[in-house]
């Protein structure tokens, strides 16, 4: 089962995108290899949907930043190992040697590259072999018998100390008879053998880079549960990941209070708290760890936040139409029974009082019903919460301004109940606009 | 010379210049044969005129050449290879009297050589710019005296028929490209590139010039655009007839009059029914109407103004921190500061103080709309979705005319007049929108079944 998103929530929560500032994705890339790259990208673009993978792949990774691993591999050299063994498959040793020694020939003939490069490539191979022995050597050493990664260790074992590859004595420059020997194995005999082994390192490589980012940065890894009595989400002192000095906060989602409802002045901090919820839920679906004292959640299908939804003047939608769309995206989904994180933002922003009043009310009423769905939701609609104060399952927050004299503070830390902050005026005051006016 | 300040977010609001995807009102305009009046046109719209005498002054030229039909004389491809030729003044390149030796014309059978194919290209092209020239100077004669343009007419002439030109008109002929000799062909490249090389630049100039007319032009020609009036500026007068957004297919025109009496309009209306798009046309047609430029109007009469601000689409730049709200105190507080210095302008701000709570919202929308009224000096049309600021507004005498965008309701699907109308609107479409799509139905259903499960199990 795929765990269900979509382009808006992946933007707004800035996970993926190499090249972009501040992206998720950038924050745990500390990989060693291309390979891994991709791999992590893989596991960015499809979070896990059940709590035994969850826990599974976060135990590996909470293993690894334990031991400590000192893990060395050269990028160039895997790349070329990588595209050498999936290379033109020689039938038998026969053939092998007729190319290598044709090769040659070229080679003494017309100074042609191929046999160069090709030896280039073996020793590739070698060196990858070469790093993965060393890391199997240390998992060996500092590790215990049974471990979360036991399964990827003897993949590693099993193929490192097969007879063929152990008993490979060539070095490089290699004569072509070796280089024949070394083709046909690598590209015949233990050819999936290697594929398998470049994948088990890719993984290795992707989580050990995520283990350095947690241990540099003091992050925890999350416990998944498939069925809960009744629990949704519980974290505590959550901070966002990419955020140095971020301020840490506290949430619990039961079934029976599964709407948090979230208000607090212009840059206050909601839109960052909200960021920080929807990113750790998405991490620790991931088996990732998150940025928090401890965190419980239960597996859920699939997430949609609504926080930078931008008008799409392209197709004529006015900026309400579009936040209607994408609130009708999720109706639809939360009404086919799916079990969803959802956080909105501001909602309806782009329309007049009365009816955002009154569409935010309708909406988050009903929402609130789903109890096996888990609900943020915004407003700068003060009066909404008011009239929503008498249902039982809606927490009521707010993030905090404390006037120094004219000066807006803010504390980030999430109060209970709904704000009467009002800083507007007094950011024009401070301007002050009127009085160039008078 | 004055010009009117604008800055980046009011060309960005009203789309003056190209962003990618959108079509820019410069688009509309550009018409221009040559790459050079494609530039000066560029440069009259980035520096709209502060100064009524100037502006009618250019807004009559262009009328000129919209009565008749004009098409600009020259072709591109002459002026530009003449400008391109021109370009180079490097003496070196210059062309060598003298017979060419049998190995030259030898080369030059079997390959032309570069300067010399640069020489002659740039050398027949003078000369077809000159009897395209003349014959087009020569239609016009009849219809220039008394006109707004006879000065300009007069000075291009003069230039077209100074005799430091005599030399190089012998070699005008009807038939294309006769074939120069070499010894000619140095000869006219040294008197073009060299000897009068002043003369054919201010030539240029004045062909550019001429371009940038011939295209306004004709584009209120085609367009049935109309050209405005500009009045002191010590007026504030401000009257629109028939103004619509010169980018949507049958808009719908309307009136609007701003004096110092009624310096502020107060709009409303629901999302949809079209309060950008009119604050847009407006703006558009104002800024145009300060470059002499026709204008998508039946009739414009306007003071000048010292600036125009606009606050359409502001965006939140969340990298500096400044939320959307921060961004929109910010550009009031620029236009404060205009006012304090009892500049006259212009002001649109559309959907003030949306990035705020509802509350903070109507305190600042009442306070600064009041504020306003003191400025009668400058005109300013605000929208909004909060129509109890109006309200409240209204109670008090002030000067402010209060319009809307009306909605009708079909049945359950809003149509919209875009016709403005008195008066303050609670139209208010977005639960219909909302009840449209069908949300809380789709919600109310998929509770209900869960609940039924639930009694079945």
Redesign the interface.
Same mark, same amino acid.
């Given at each position: 089962m795929e765990f269900i998103t979509d382009k808006q929530t992946l933007v707004d929560l800035n996970l993926m995108g190499k090249y972009k500032t501040g992206s998720l994705f950038n924050l745990f890339n500390r990989v060693k290899t291309r390979g891994g790259e991709l791999l992590m990208e893989e596991m960015f673009r499809s979070p896990l949907t059940n709590a035994e993978a969850i826990n599974k792949r976060t135990a590996c990774i909470k293993y690894l930043q334990e031991l400590d691993i000192n893990f060395t591999i050269d990028r160039e050299l895997t790349e070329n190992a990588s595209q050498y063994i999936t290379e033109a498959r020689p039938a038998n040793i026969v053939s092998s040697t007729l190319s290598c020694y044709k090769e040659k020939t070229q080679e003494v003939l017309y100074r042609s590259q191929k046999f160069q490069i090709q030896q280039k490539r073996i020793y590739a191979v070698q060196e990858v072999l070469l790093a993965a022995s060393n890391l199997l050597g240390q998992l060996i050493k500092k590790g215990k018998e049974h471990n979360p990664c036991s399964e990827m260790q003897n993949k590693l074992n099993r193929i490192i100390r097969s007879s063929s590859v152990k008993h490979l004595k060539a070095k490089y420059p290699y004569t072509v008879q070796q280089t024949a020997q070394c083709q046909y194995l690598f590209r015949n005999k233990v050819r999936y053998e290697l594929e398998e082994l470049l994948h088990v390192l890719y993984e290795f490589d992707v989580f050990i880079s995520v283990a350095e980012v947690a241990k540099a940065k003091g992050f925890i890894y999350a416990r998944a549960k498939d069925k809960t009595a009744g629990l949704l989400i519980e974290a505590t002192n959550l901070k966002h990941p990419a955020l140095p000095n971020a301020v840490g906060n506290e949430i619990t989602l039961k079934q029976n209070q599964n709407l948090l409802f979230l208000t607090g002045? $212009? +840059?206050a901090g909601k839109s960052t708290w909200m960021k920080t919820l929807g990113v750790s839920f998405y991490l620790a679906h991931m088996g990732f760890p998150v940025g928090a004292d401890s965190m419980t959640f239960s597996v859920m299908e699939g997430i949609f936040t609504s926080i930078n939804v931008p008008d799409d003047i392209?197709i004529g939608w006015?900026h309400?139409?579009a936040e209607? +769309?994408r609130? @009708?995206l999720v109706? *639809?989904e939360?009404?086919?029974?799916k079990k969803l994180f959802v956080l909105f933002d501001e909602l309806? @922003?782009?329309? $007049?009082? *009365?009816?955002?009043y009154?569409?935010t009310l309708?909406?988050t009423q %009903?929402?609130c %019903?789903?109890k096996s769905c888990a609900f943020v939701i915004s407003t700068? #609609? #003060?009066?909404v919460g008011e009239a929503l104060m008498d249902t039982s399952n809606i927490q009521f927050y707010f993030m905090p301004t404390i006037m120094k004299e004219t000066v807006p503070h803010y504390t980030y830390s999430l109060t209970s109940g709904i704000t009467k902050d %009002?800083?507007? +005026?007094i950011? #024009?005051e401070n301007?002050k #606009? =009127?009085d160039? =006016? @008078? | 010379m004055n010009y009117l300040r604008t800055d980046e977010q009011t060309l960005c609001d009203l789309s003056i210049f190209e962003k990618p995807g959108k079509a820019s009102i410069y688009d509309l305009y550009n018409r221009t044969v040559t790459q050079g009046g494609g530039s000066r046109l560029a440069s009259l719209f980035r520096q709209p005129l502060a100064d009524e005498q100037e502006i009618n002054r250019r807004s009559d030229l262009f009328q000129f050449f919209s009565l008749e039909e004009y098409k600009f004389p020259v072709d591109a491809v002459t002026i530009g290879s003449v400008a391109y030729y021109m370009d180079n003044d490097d003496v070196r390149s210059q062309l060598q009297p003298g017979g060419e030796t049998l190995s030259q014309k030898f080369k030059n059978m079997v390959a032309a050589d570069a300067d010399h194919v640069f020489v002659e290209d740039g050398v027949q092209a003078c000369l077809r710019l000159f009897h395209q020239l003349t014959s087009f100077l020569k239609k016009l004669e009849n219809r220039v005296p008394h006109s707004p343009y006879e000065n300009l007419y007069g000075s291009l002439v003069r230039c077209v028929h100074d005799a430091a030109f005599d030399h190089l008109k012998k070699h005008v002929s009807e038939k294309h490209e006769t074939r120069l000799s070499n010894f000619i062909l140095a000869e006219l490249d040294k008197q073009i590139r060299f000897d009068h090389r002043e003369l054919i630049l201010k030539l240029l100039d004045m062909l550019y010039d001429l371009d940038v007319y011939i295209a306004v032009g004709q584009v209120a020609c085609k367009k049935s655009f109309h050209f405005a009036k500009a009045l002191p500026q010590d007026g504030s007068i401000l009257k629109f007839a028939k103004v619509y957004h010169p980018y949507v297919e049958n808009a719908i025109p309307n009136d609007l009059q701003l004096s110092s009496e009624h310096n502020i309009l107060f709009l409303t209306g629901a999302n949809m029914a079209g309060k950008s798009t009119l604050m847009k046309s407006i703006g558009i047609a104002l800024y145009l109407g300060h470059m002499g430029f026709p204008v998508a109007a039946e009739h414009l009469e306007f003071s000048v103004r010292d600036a125009i601000y606009t606050s359409i689409n502001l965006a939140d730049n969340l990298n500096a921190g400044a939320s959307h709200f921060y961004a929109e105190v910010l550009r009031v507080k620029e236009v404060a500061m205009a006012l304090s210095q009892e500049k006259k302008i212009f002001v649109i701000f559309d959907e003030l103080f949306r990035g705020t709570n509802v509350k903070d919202a109507y305190d600042a929308t009442i306070s600064l709309t009041r504020a306003f009224t003191n400025k009668t000096g400058s005109q300013f049309i605000i929208s909004t979705h909060i129509m109890e600021a109006g309200e409240l507004l209204a109670e008090e005498s002030l000067s402010i005319q209060y319009r809307y965008l009306p909605t009708e309701m079909k049945g359950n699907t809003p149509s919209y007049t875009r016709i403005l109308k008195e008066g303050i609107t609670d139209d208010r479409q977005g639960m219909i929108i909302i009840q449209n799509e069908g949300i809380l139905e789709m919600l109310d259903a998929g509770i209900q079944k869960k609940e039924l499960e639930l009694w079945n199990s």
């Amino acid at each position: 089962m795929e765990f269900i998103t979509d382009k808006q929530t992946l933007v707004d929560l800035n996970l993926m995108g190499k090249y972009k500032t501040g992206s998720l994705f950038n924050l745990f890339n500390r990989v060693k290899t291309r390979g891994g790259e991709l791999l992590m990208e893989e596991m960015f673009r499809s979070p896990l949907t059940n709590a035994e993978a969850i826990n599974k792949r976060t135990a590996c990774i909470k293993y690894l930043q334990e031991l400590d691993i000192n893990f060395t591999i050269d990028r160039e050299l895997t790349e070329n190992a990588s595209q050498y063994i999936t290379e033109a498959r020689p039938a038998n040793i026969v053939s092998s040697t007729l190319s290598c020694y044709k090769e040659k020939t070229q080679e003494v003939l017309y100074r042609s590259q191929k046999f160069q490069i090709q030896q280039k490539r073996i020793y590739a191979v070698q060196e990858v072999l070469l790093a993965a022995s060393n890391l199997l050597g240390q998992l060996i050493k500092k590790g215990k018998e049974h471990n979360p990664c036991s399964e990827m260790q003897n993949k590693l074992n099993r193929i490192i100390r097969s007879s063929s590859v152990k008993h490979l004595k060539a070095k490089y420059p290699y004569t072509v008879q070796q280089t024949a020997q070394c083709q046909y194995l690598f590209r015949n005999k233990v050819r999936y053998e290697l594929e398998e082994l470049l994948h088990v390192l890719y993984e290795f490589d992707v989580f050990i880079s995520v283990a350095e980012v947690a241990k540099a940065k003091g992050f925890i890894y999350a416990r998944a549960k498939d069925k809960t009595a009744g629990l949704l989400i519980e974290a505590t002192n959550l901070k966002h990941p990419a955020l140095p000095n971020a301020v840490g906060n506290e949430i619990t989602l039961k079934q029976n209070q599964n709407l948090l409802f979230l208000t607090g002045a $212009n +840059m206050a901090g909601k839109s960052t708290w909200m960021k920080t919820l929807g990113v750790s839920f998405y991490l620790a679906h991931m088996g990732f760890p998150v940025g928090a004292d401890s965190m419980t959640f239960s597996v859920m299908e699939g997430i949609f936040t609504s926080i930078n939804v931008p008008d799409d003047i392209s197709i004529g939608w006015s900026h309400f139409y579009a936040e209607v +769309m994408r609130v @009708k995206l999720v109706a *639809k989904e939360v009404s086919d029974g799916k079990k969803l994180f959802v956080l909105f933002d501001e909602l309806f @922003k782009g329309t $007049n009082v *009365k009816d955002a009043y009154d569409a935010t009310l309708a909406v988050t009423q %009903r929402l609130c %019903r789903y109890k096996s769905c888990a609900f943020v939701i915004s407003t700068h #609609i #003060i009066e909404v919460g008011e009239a929503l104060m008498d249902t039982s399952n809606i927490q009521f927050y707010f993030m905090p301004t404390i006037m120094k004299e004219t000066v807006p503070h803010y504390t980030y830390s999430l109060t209970s109940g709904i704000t009467k902050d %009002r800083q507007g +005026m007094i950011i #024009i005051e401070n301007e002050k #606009i =009127l009085d160039m =006016l @008078k | 010379m004055n010009y009117l300040r604008t800055d980046e977010q009011t060309l960005c609001d009203l789309s003056i210049f190209e962003k990618p995807g959108k079509a820019s009102i410069y688009d509309l305009y550009n018409r221009t044969v040559t790459q050079g009046g494609g530039s000066r046109l560029a440069s009259l719209f980035r520096q709209p005129l502060a100064d009524e005498q100037e502006i009618n002054r250019r807004s009559d030229l262009f009328q000129f050449f919209s009565l008749e039909e004009y098409k600009f004389p020259v072709d591109a491809v002459t002026i530009g290879s003449v400008a391109y030729y021109m370009d180079n003044d490097d003496v070196r390149s210059q062309l060598q009297p003298g017979g060419e030796t049998l190995s030259q014309k030898f080369k030059n059978m079997v390959a032309a050589d570069a300067d010399h194919v640069f020489v002659e290209d740039g050398v027949q092209a003078c000369l077809r710019l000159f009897h395209q020239l003349t014959s087009f100077l020569k239609k016009l004669e009849n219809r220039v005296p008394h006109s707004p343009y006879e000065n300009l007419y007069g000075s291009l002439v003069r230039c077209v028929h100074d005799a430091a030109f005599d030399h190089l008109k012998k070699h005008v002929s009807e038939k294309h490209e006769t074939r120069l000799s070499n010894f000619i062909l140095a000869e006219l490249d040294k008197q073009i590139r060299f000897d009068h090389r002043e003369l054919i630049l201010k030539l240029l100039d004045m062909l550019y010039d001429l371009d940038v007319y011939i295209a306004v032009g004709q584009v209120a020609c085609k367009k049935s655009f109309h050209f405005a009036k500009a009045l002191p500026q010590d007026g504030s007068i401000l009257k629109f007839a028939k103004v619509y957004h010169p980018y949507v297919e049958n808009a719908i025109p309307n009136d609007l009059q701003l004096s110092s009496e009624h310096n502020i309009l107060f709009l409303t209306g629901a999302n949809m029914a079209g309060k950008s798009t009119l604050m847009k046309s407006i703006g558009i047609a104002l800024y145009l109407g300060h470059m002499g430029f026709p204008v998508a109007a039946e009739h414009l009469e306007f003071s000048v103004r010292d600036a125009i601000y606009t606050s359409i689409n502001l965006a939140d730049n969340l990298n500096a921190g400044a939320s959307h709200f921060y961004a929109e105190v910010l550009r009031v507080k620029e236009v404060a500061m205009a006012l304090s210095q009892e500049k006259k302008i212009f002001v649109i701000f559309d959907e003030l103080f949306r990035g705020t709570n509802v509350k903070d919202a109507y305190d600042a929308t009442i306070s600064l709309t009041r504020a306003f009224t003191n400025k009668t000096g400058s005109q300013f049309i605000i929208s909004t979705h909060i129509m109890e600021a109006g309200e409240l507004l209204a109670e008090e005498s002030l000067s402010i005319q209060y319009r809307y965008l009306p909605t009708e309701m079909k049945g359950n699907t809003p149509s919209y007049t875009r016709i403005l109308k008195e008066g303050i609107t609670d139209d208010r479409q977005g639960m219909i929108i909302i009840q449209n799509e069908g949300i809380l139905e789709m919600l109310d259903a998929g509770i209900q079944k869960k609940e039924l499960e639930l009694w079945n199990s």
